[in-house]
């Protein structure tokens, strides 16, 4: 048997923002935002 | 290399190996060996994890991928954040919860022994072939130096990477690999700043920049939907995604990374952390590779980056003809020059007729450098069947050891002995963490002592550090290293994927029906791509698909023959 981890808590909340769901959504909107700015990158040096 | 450099580089890995090695003791249990008593912060697996897929591949393959063929490859990536969000919101959890050593211990659970073994002989077989390349990568830079064939620089790093990890447990390498990136990411900052200082004077950041993107360098997005293009949105995007899920979530050298995270929480921010990170910092590896390329467009580049193949030509009968191809070359290069510096005067003056004139004629130029560099590896293979006529990973490496300054360049060549050793530890734990966990103590001894636990992963570790040594020596026969390492994964990702998400997802199939479904999946994506019917990005969406599709279609069939009358 595994010992268990002194630090096991799910509940912990994510820095920055009040829900995990939050996290996830800025994470995606950063994503878009990185493929905007290398599609405008493309366009301006192409 | 210098006294400095070779000071710089020595003084560098004694440090880190001594530190993992300090790191390591007192390590007495199987636990603490293989999961670091799970105890680390969130940015312990950030930089983990980061370390771990970094490898010293990413530092040599990207910026020659940029310098011949553009900035596309970022793409590849665009699928990780997604990725990661899966893993924070399915994976980690479950993982966590069922305190499991390996990913393959939840399949056993969830469907039944065959299944376990089967995606854990898949994981076995794809890191054990990966990592022989991955070691092989970091030999390339010694055979520049030393100027001696690959073979010897393979075993030399081989044996000394095995070495570290036999002694070096899970916490250590994670301790190690938050060194490891500091350096990393300074290192290569110097470099960008280095090759910005080297061009002309009347080339600053931006002009480079412009340089290359009018000879096709800064392609970062390609909106096309030709399946067969390898790196475009929509192939990072949607293969990308289910490369990174099945690579983060079911390939345990990653999977090892997160579960020593302290909680699910920490081992969640550190792979966020990941999915924030990486994309911008493999973008700025390329754009190191571009800046390279405009670089070159002023100082002419060699005939072929790979000194020792170079050599041995030259040293060969063929050298009558080596040279003539080389006056050629001085003459196009020399053109070459002129309409740069005809783009760069056009591009300030901003005249645009100018510019889409001289885009033309360096374009041609472009050709007739690559018929030369063709005309140059015919001789080589004509001198030596064996000869290793990709010169991609050889672009940067040259770059370093011939520009930048003394001690520079052993920090360099440092960074790229770290990530491959980041790497390569992260995998050969890995590789005994599924040997001894799936295997030995599943099926050979379930009832052994702790200590014997440790000792057969010390073991296995040695076993799987001399296979992967094996298959390095065979490395130097496989064209881009980046690629072949991608390629072999998406030849087995996507059906261990499709495993995990039927386990995850699809409650209704049971293991018969996934283990056959997996089977048949894994011989038609071998078709498929041994026939180079797609891009090798798709397979793993096809094979995680066909899992999928053929668990559903053989459970109904299970069914179905368990009860033809559909009673209940």
Known sequence: MKPESPLQNEQELPPFVKTWRQFYRLLIGWLVFLILIFYAFTKYFE | ?568
């Open chain 2, 1 to 568: 290399m210098s006294g400095i450099d070779w000071a710089v580089l020595i003084l560098t890995l004694v440090v880190i190996v001594t530190y993992g090695i300090y790191k390591s003791r007192g390590e007495q249990n199987i636990h603490g060996y293989l999961l670091g008593n799970q105890s680390l912060p969130w940015y312990h697996v950030c930089l983990s994890v980061m370390a771990t897929q970094a490898s010293a591949i990413t530092f040599l393959s990207a910026p020659g991928l940029a310098y011949s063929s553009g900035m596309s490859f970022v793409q590849f990536y665009f699928g990780l954040p997604l990725a990661m969000i899966v893993l924070c919101i399915t994976f980690v959890p479950i993982f966590h919860r069922l305190k499991v050593y390996t990913a393959y211990e939840y399949l056993e659970q969830r469907f039944d022994l065959k299944t376990r073994a089967l995606t854990a002989f898949l994981f076995l077989v794809q890191r054990g072939l990966s990592t022989g390349i991955t070691i092989y990568a970091p030999s390339i830079i010694l055979s520049t130096i030393l100027n001696i064939n690959t073979t010897y620089t393979t075993l030399f790093i081989g044996s000394l990477v095995v070495f570290y990890t036999v002694y070096g447990g899970t916490k250590a390498v994670s301790y190690t690999q938050i060194l490891q990136m500091s350096i990393i990411f300074c290192g290569l900052f110097a470099a960008g700043a280095m090759v910005v200082h080297l061009l002309p004077a009347n080339i600053g950041f931006v002009k480079a920049i412009s340089i290359a993107g009018k000879m096709g360098r800064t392609n970062a997005i390609d909106l096309t939907f030709d399946p067969n293009n390898r790196y475009t949105l929509w192939t990072g995007l949607l293969g990308g995604f289910f490369l990174q899920l099945s690579y983060f979530g079911t390939d345990q050298s990653q999977v090892g990374r997160y579960l020593s995270g302290a909680s699910v929480s920490q081992s969640r921010l550190g792979l966020l952390m990941n999915g924030l990170v990486k994309i911008p910092m493999q973008f700025l590896i390329l754009l190191i590779g571009v800046l390279v390329f405009t670089f070159y467009q002023y100082n002419k580049p060699p005939v072929f980056f790979n000194s020792f193949e170079l050599n041995k030509l030259e040293k060969s009968k063929y050298n009558p003809e080596l040279n003539k191809i080389k006056a050629e070359y001085t003459l196009i290069h020399k053109e070459k020059e002129v309409a740069v510096n005809k783009m760069n005067a056009a591009l300030d003056k901003d005249d645009t007729g100018l510019i889409d004139e001289q885009r033309k004629v360096l374009q041609e130029a472009d050709q007739k450098e690559k018929s030369i560099k063709k005309q140059v590896t015919d001789l080589m293979v004509k001198n030596d069947i064996h000869a290793n006529t990709d010169d991609n990973n050889y672009i940067f490496l040259s770059f370093v050891t011939q520009y930048l300054p003394r001690g520079l360049i052993g920090l360099l060549i440092a960074i790229i002995f770290l990530a491959s050793m980041g790497s390569t530890a992260s995998a050969l734990n890995s590789l005994a963490s599924t040997t001894v966990i799936d295997i030995y103590k599943r099926l050979i001894k379930k009832d052994a002592s702790d200590h014997e636990y440790l000792q057969v992963s010390r073991l296995a570790t040695v076993f799987w550090g001399i296979v992967c040594i094996v298959m390095a020596l065979y490395a130097s026969k496989i064209g881009n290293l980046l690629e072949a390492v991608n390629i072999l994964g998406s030849y087995i990702y996507g059906t261990i994927l499709g495993v995990f998400l039927v386990a995850f997802y699809v409650k209704s199939v049971n293991g018969r029906a996934v283990f056959f479904g997996a089977v048949l999946t894994e011989i038609v994506v071998t078709l498929l791509g041994w026939n180079e019917v797609v891009a090798y990005l798709w397979l793993n969406v096809i094979g995680c698909m066909l899992v999928i599709f053929f668990s559903l279609i053989i459970q109904t069939f299970i069914k179905h023959k368990k009860n033809p009358r559909g009673l209940s």
